[in-house]
């Protein structure tokens, strides 16, 4: 699963690049509600989409606290 890919198709630009040359998008963390963006370390985010279609993004470490809110 490419989460930065996923970032980048459903998060909101914050107007610069990264190495690679591709636009940094930020998307929120439906666990603590901060800031995840693309060009940070991915390797500790989730990424689900909901029965209804929506995308969520998550901290690994923030998974319990997205899952009492019951969005899955
Ligand atoms: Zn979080």
């Given at each position: ?48 989409k909901t029965k209804s279609g ?18 899955f």
């Open positions: 699963m490419d989460v930065k890919r996923m970032i980048r198709t459903s998060g909101k630009p914050v107007g610069k690049n990264d190495i690679e040359g591709q636009p940094v998008c930020e998307v929120l963390c439906q666990g603590c509600r901060k800031k995840i963006r693309s060009d940070s370390d991915l390797r500790r985010v989730g990424y689900v929506r995308d969520l993004f998550f901290h690994t470490d923030c998974m319990s606290e997205v899952w009492k809110q019951g969005v």
